[in-house]
């Protein structure tokens, strides 16, 4: 499968909404700050936003440097830049809140704009040359371990059931035990993937981190890239949905989630296509007699 050379970078928005939990609490007020009003910031001094925010000088320019760029002067003009290809603010239109008094026309509206900026800020920002090595890396795997647990679970065993319909067998654990015992039996060769929308989850981080300390090549799939889990893998597969109201991780990151492991499958897939046909194929077949003739 061909790989593009080189993925374009992140918006800063997505950038910011990524770092947020490993921010220290005078960075995150100044990140919230920036995400309140981005063009304001684009036009203030350095000053003028470490004292809307209640922090120094110089926590403005480590928070910079946390996105990786030079320094403030950087910053505003990505700000303005972006800013100004959008007549919208960044919260303006995106869905971020559902009201107790929203119709549910309103609040389907809410879900369909947070989900589609969810999937388009997610393709947007995935790092491909990344996918690629996660693709080869379960293409040629003796054997494939899938971490997740409550909602994250959900897709992890959506992966494991299209990597089986094309022949590639997989193991989905969402049980800690379980998973650290499978994880204990990895090794060179092999590859685990853990799925968490936080990269927080224990049950996720530690039997990923026992894959490693395994030989086994290591995959994370989530939301911020600074997280446990995205430090305990070897590949760092990067969603971009943002959290709203009573739903915090919730369809927007499986949506998110599940596109990026649609291309991965598809990517396995297309590694040995005629593999892939022959399997789905003959699986298409062993069901055909389970369908209800309606016509």
Avoid: K
């Amino acid at each position: 499968m061909s790989v593009a050379a080189a993925s374009p970078p992140p918006s800063l928005e997505v950038r910011i909404r990524g770092l947020l939990p490993a921010l220290s609490p005078a960075q995150s007020r100044i990140a919230a700050e920036v995400l309140r009003d981005p063009s304001g910031v684009a036009s203030s001094t350095i000053g003028q936003l470490a004292g809307r925010c209640g922090t120094s000088l110089p926590s403005v320019t480590r928070f910079c440097l946390a996105l990786g760029l030079s320094g403030y002067a950087e910053l505003r003009l990505s700000l303005a830049a972006e800013t100004g290809r959008s007549s919208l603010s960044w919260e303006r239109g995106t869905g971020a809140e559902v009201g107790p008094d929203d119709s549910l026309d309103d609040v389907l509206r809410t879900l369909l704009r947070a989900d589609t900026q969810a999937l388009e800020d997610t393709v947007a920002a995935l790092d491909v040359s990344a996918l690629g090595r996660a693709v080869q890396a379960i293409s040629d795997a003796r054997r494939i371990d899938l971490y997740a647990v409550s909602g994250s679970a959900a897709v992890a065993e959506e992966l494991r059931l299209r990597l089986h319909r094309i022949g590639r067998g997989a193991n989905s654990w969402s049980d800690v035990h379980n998973a650290l015992t499978s994880a204990a039996l990895l090794g060179p060769g092999d590859v685990a993937v853990g799925v968490s929308h936080s990269g927080e989850t224990i049950e996720v981080v530690e039997p990923l981190t026992r894959a490693a300390a395994q030989g086994a090549t290591t995959v994370a799939l989530t939301n911020y890239p600074r997280s446990p889990l995205a430090q305990a893998a070897d590949i760092t597969l990067v969603t971009a949905a943002r959290d709203i109201t009573f739903r915090s991780g919730a369809l927007a990151g499986r949506h998110a989630q599940m596109i990026v492991l649609d291309a991965l499958y598809l990517g396995v897939a297309q590694r040995d296509y005629p593999l892939s046909s022959q399997a789905f194929d003959i699986t298409a077949v062993a069901v055909a007699t389970h369908r209800l003739q309606t016509r």
